[in-house]
């Protein structure tokens, strides 16, 4: 259950934190909110950068990520990984068992690829489902995501409102940096990642629906690459994301 006074806290303080660093909204967000907030962990680099950042602020942060069951094993690999480094109590959530199975029989393996309802359907299974059910519990969460990344995120907030799961905070620390401050503070610190990034992969999700880039695509192009990039989206992130 959601802490509406909380909530309304970190609301009134949002537009100072607007332009700060990613550190200092972090630790404004786990001072404020505590326990009530929790990290998103795609795996990807910017949640890489995240997880660093949080294990100064606070070693008994929360963290959650999905395991879709179409991982790519070098994200499986990744994972373990970070739950070495940082000691870290990851959350794995799963979708739920039997409604992969009524989708699969009816659709096959690989719908996804037959048309956009399809994709949308496997990912409201496979994610947004097991995301509703951890947030659920929380007042807050704690995302990578940058205006940089696509056309759909342009207007990403540091500290909003995410209207999509009950109206909880969504708190996107490195939503005004790019790419290269991404991977220069990766390299910097001697942080772990995802290997196919040396392979040419830009985003990961899951096996099938992600690919490398060519030279001169965006970020996420290589995420359901047969769809419109201006309006795809998994359903993770609705509203202004």
């Known amino acids: 259950m959601a ?21 200092a909204v972090l630790a404004f967000v786990i001072e404020t909110m505590g326990r009530d907030v929790v990290q998103a962990n795609s795996l990807g680099p910017e949640d890489v950068v995240i997880t660093h950042m949080l294990s100064a602020l606070d070693s008994g942060f929360k963290s959650f990520t999905l395991d879709t069951g179409r991982l790519n094993p070098e994200t499986y690999e990744l994972m373990d990984r970070l739950k070495q480094k940082y000691d870290l109590d990851l959350k794995i959530m799963f979708p739920d068992n039997k409604a992969v199975e009524v989708m699969v029989k009816n659709k096959g393996i690989n719908l996804f690829y037959d048309s956009i309802e399809n994709r949308q359907q496997c990912c409201q299974v496979r994610k947004i489902e097991p995301l509703k059910r951890v947030l659920s519990e929380f007042s807050g969460w704690i995302c990578g995501l940058r205006r940089e990344q696509s056309p759909t995120r342009t207007q990403v907030a540091k500290i909003e409102i995410d209207a999509g799961n009950g109206g909880i905070i969504k708190v996107n620390p490195l939503a005004d940096w790019t790419s290269v401050q991404v991977w220069n503070y990766i390299k910097a610190n001697s942080l772990p990642y995802n290997r ?43 509203g202004k994301s």
């Open 3 to 23: 802490n509406a006074s909380l909530i309304q806290k970190v609301l009134a303080n949002a537009g100072a934190y607007e332009d700060q660093p990613p550190e």
């Open 196 to 238: 196919l990034h040396d392979s040419g992969y830009a985003s990961i999700g899951c096996a099938p629906c992600t690919r490398a880039i060519k030279p001169g695509e965006s970020e996420r192009s290589g995420r359901w690459w047969w769809e419109n990039p201006d309006s795809k989206e998994c359903g993770l992130h609705g």
